[in-house]
């Protein structure tokens, strides 16, 4: 028992410097960047980034290359701006089409914000509350006193109804894939039944068609040996009237007419 009490409270201290530990892993000027990155990004980098990602500015700042929005921002007169060209204009779009699904975002509707050290950035998360739905603003800065943009995004929060929606579209989604692949497996499947006969109905074919060229070159070869019959007919037709009027002494063959031709028996 006594050995049971000493290592819970073994184990009591561990956690308890481990806790300390972490406490004091964030120094005095890791927490005032913390502190001045969540209230630069409540008060002037969010309401930026909703303003500036109206349609038409949008277009506007889309016209400047990166590094002359650079300049613009931290050559202003106000509150110089630090940020990374190509990270704002891709926060701008972010923002852009996130509004689209929250609705519209007011002053008011910035909520609390959290800040974390990441190396060499600070990850600040910002609550927002938009008409429709609510969403998380995102903001990555440098951990310097610049606070340079490094990226931005505004991400709406799923409720549970929408999760709800999703899954059971990918669902049903999944299944109709699932049994649409396999009706056509079965199709598939069915449809071997229907190869012989449609070979069998190809070799038919095949064979009518032997038929019938076979038929047709016999035609041909009939049709060949009773012409060249009647020709020889012919040329001893004309061999036997040039025969008679030789022996009756005409000079042509002109009125002779050949009724039959019989072979002489001897």
């Given at each position: 028992?006594?050995?049971?009490?000493?290592?819970?409270?073994?184990?009591?201290?561990?956690?308890?410097?481990?806790?300390?530990?972490?406490?004091?892993?964030?120094?005095?000027?890791?927490?005032?960047?913390?502190?001045?990155?969540?209230?630069?990004?409540?008060?002037?980098?969010?309401?930026?980034?909703?303003?500036?990602?109206?349609?038409?500015?949008?277009?506007?700042?889309?016209?400047?290359?990166?590094?002359?929005?650079?300049?613009?921002?931290?050559?202003?007169?106000?509150?110089?701006?630090?940020?990374?060209?190509?990270?704002?204009?891709?926060?701008?779009?972010?923002?852009n089409s996130?509004?689209?699904?929250?609705?519209?975002?007011?002053?008011?509707?910035?909520?609390?914000?959290?800040?974390?050290?990441?190396?060499?950035?600070?990850?600040?998360?910002?609550?927002?509350?938009?008409?429709?739905?609510?969403?998380?603003?995102?903001?990555?800065?440098?951990?310097?006193?610049?606070?340079?943009?490094?990226?931005?995004?505004?991400?709406?929060?799923?409720?549970?109804?929408?999760?709800?929606?999703?899954?059971?579209?990918?669902?049903?989604?999944?299944?109709?894939?699932?049994?649409?692949?396999?009706?056509?497996?079965?199709?598939?499947?069915?449809?071997?039944?229907?190869?012989?006969?449609?070979?069998?109905?190809?070799?038919?074919?095949?064979?009518?068609?032997?038929?019938?060229?076979?038929?047709?070159?016999?035609?041909?070869?009939?049709?060949q040996q009773?012409?060249?019959?009647?020709?020889?007919?012919?040329?001893?037709?004309?061999?036997?009237?040039?025969?008679?009027?030789?022996?009756?002494g005409s000079?042509?063959?002109?009125?002779?007419?050949?009724?039959?031709?019989?072979?002489?028996?001897?």
């Amino acid at each position: 028992m006594k050995k049971l009490l000493a290592l819970i409270c073994m184990i009591t201290c561990i956690l308890g410097l481990t806790g300390c530990g972490s406490e004091a892993d964030v120094s005095a000027r890791d927490q005032m960047l913390m502190d001045d990155a969540m209230a630069f990004s409540k008060s002037y980098l969010i309401p930026m980034c909703v303003a500036n990602s109206q349609d038409a500015l949008l277009e506007q700042v889309e016209a400047f290359t990166y590094e002359e929005i650079e300049f613009f921002y931290e050559s202003s007169d106000e509150l110089p701006v630090y940020l990374d060209g190509y990270a704002f204009v891709s926060a701008l779009n972010s923002f852009n089409s996130a509004i689209d699904v929250i609705g519209a975002v007011t002053t008011e509707s910035i909520g609390d914000a959290t800040a974390t050290i990441d190396g060499d950035q600070i990850i600040v998360q910002v609550q927002i509350k938009g008409e429709k739905k609510d969403a998380i603003a995102e903001l990555i800065l440098s951990k310097d006193s610049f606070l340079k943009l490094e990226s931005a995004a505004l991400n709406p929060v799923e409720s549970m109804g929408d999760l709800m929606k999703k899954a059971a579209l990918n669902t049903l989604i999944g299944m109709g894939t699932v049994f649409g692949v396999l009706i056509l497996i079965i199709f598939v499947i069915s449809a071997f039944g229907l190869i012989p006969k449609v070979q069998k109905w190809f070799d038919e074919r095949k064979e009518k068609k032997v038929e019938t060229t076979g038929i047709d070159n016999a035609v041909a070869q009939i049709e060949q040996q009773e012409s060249e019959e009647l020709a020889d007919d012919l040329e001893l037709v004309a061999v036997i009237a040039a025969a008679v009027a030789a022996y009756e002494g005409s000079a042509s063959t002109d009125g002779f007419v050949v009724r039959s031709i019989r072979k002489a028996r001897r």
